[in-house]
């Protein structure tokens, strides 16, 4: 009878944790099906970073960073069709505007920039590998 019983107990207990395991491999799969997701969507969003920042900019402003907060909102309501960025880069903080294609199409941008700003400068794009 107690043989029986310790059987019988044994059997259930591997039958719960054969039972768990299958639950926990389904979770897994959905897990791993979510983190895929998050991997491509974070290598989009990575692209579209590089594609932005591999453009010829112009930067207006270097240094502390209530000032390039100013000329930031300065230049953003001087230049609405031009996207306008605050960059940090040690030690100082850089107002850049613009995200051009093209040298020209900075350049010219360059020309009515320095209307307002008279130290701006244009930037190369960076090299992304």
């Given at each position: 009878?107690?043989?029986?019983?310790?059987?019988?107990?044994?059997?259930?207990?591997?039958?719960?944790?054969?039972?768990?395991?299958?639950?926990?491999?389904?979770?897994?799969?959905?897990?791993?099906?979510?983190s895929a997701d998050k991997i491509n969507w974070m290598l989009e969003d990575?692209?579209a970073l590089n594609r932005v920042t591999s453009a010829y900019r112009i930067?207006?402003?270097?240094?502390?960073?209530?000032?390039?907060?100013?000329?930031?909102?300065?230049?953003?309501?001087?230049?609405?069709?031009?996207?306008?960025?605050?960059?940090?880069?040690?030690?100082?903080?850089?107002?850049?505007?613009?995200?051009?294609?093209?040298?020209?199409?900075?350049?010219?941008?360059?020309?009515?920039?320095?209307?307002?700003?008279?130290?701006?400068?244009?930037?190369?794009?960076?090299?992304?590998?």
């Amino acid at each position: 009878m107690k043989q029986k019983l310790l059987c019988c107990t044994v059997l259930s207990l591997f039958n719960a944790f054969a039972f768990s395991a299958w639950g926990q491999r389904d979770s897994l799969l959905v897990a791993e099906a979510n983190s895929a997701d998050k991997i491509n969507w974070m290598l989009e969003d990575f692209q579209a970073l590089n594609r932005v920042t591999s453009a010829y900019r112009i930067q207006i402003y270097a240094g502390n960073y209530q000032n390039a907060q100013k000329i930031m909102a300065e230049a953003q309501v001087a230049f609405p069709d031009t996207p306008v960025f605050l960059d940090f880069r040690s030690p100082s903080y850089r107002v850049r505007v613009g995200a051009f294609a093209t040298r020209l199409a900075a350049e010219k941008k360059l020309i009515a920039i320095r209307r307002i700003y008279k130290t701006s400068v244009l930037i190369k794009p960076e090299k992304t590998m």
